[in-house]
């Protein structure tokens, strides 16, 4: 596994060993072992989520005030401009957001840990978008970040409107969410 550090601390791409041949592919989608000698960090994975949504679909940006999870995301069908905003206070890149195509093509994950709000735009026609939480989904602490507050300016390649749940139309202004210490 190839592991490349972005302009945020502690927010890592994964890109796995690929073999391949006439008949597909096999890849190692995770080894704790190996995610672990490659990143430095040991995490305890408790749930496993699995989204369908069509082109034009955006999903985000969510975090958990409490009970905040690390998670560990990938495609498997189609392609998305994932996106992750540090919402830790004490970070010098607090407020900054980092986009990275995911493909069933690229093969790529992208670590996220505890104090992002992460999201999603579907940039083909259907994408298959699987992640693994370090805790719990717990509806009571969850909470949104505009998507498009333009304080944080993350450029979504949107050709129109995205489609967004209610939870996501009503995102807070970064002035104005609860942040990590």
Known sequence: MNVVQTAIPGLLIL???????????FMESFNARAFQEATGLE???????????????????HYQI??????????VRGSVLDVAVDLRKASPTFGKWE?????????RQLWIPPGFAHGFLVTSEWAD?????????????E???AWNDPTVGVVWPLTGEPQLSAKDV????????????
């Open 15 to 25: 890109e796995p060993k690929v073999f391949g041949d006439s008949r597909g592919f």
């Open 43 to 61: 995490v305890n994975f408790v749930q496993d989520n699995h989204s369908r949504s069509g082109k034009g679909v955006l999903r985000g940006l």
């Open 66 to 75: 409490e009970q905040a999870q690390g998670k560990l995301v990938r495609v």
């Open 99 to 107: 986009g990275v195509e995911l493909s069933e093509e690229n093969s």
């Open 129 to 141: 978008f699987l992640y693994k939480t370090t805790d719990y989904y717990a509806p009571q602490f």
């Open 143 to 145: 909470r949104s970040l």
């Open 170 to 181: 009503a995102g807070k202004a970064l002035a104005e969410c609860e942040t990590f210490a």
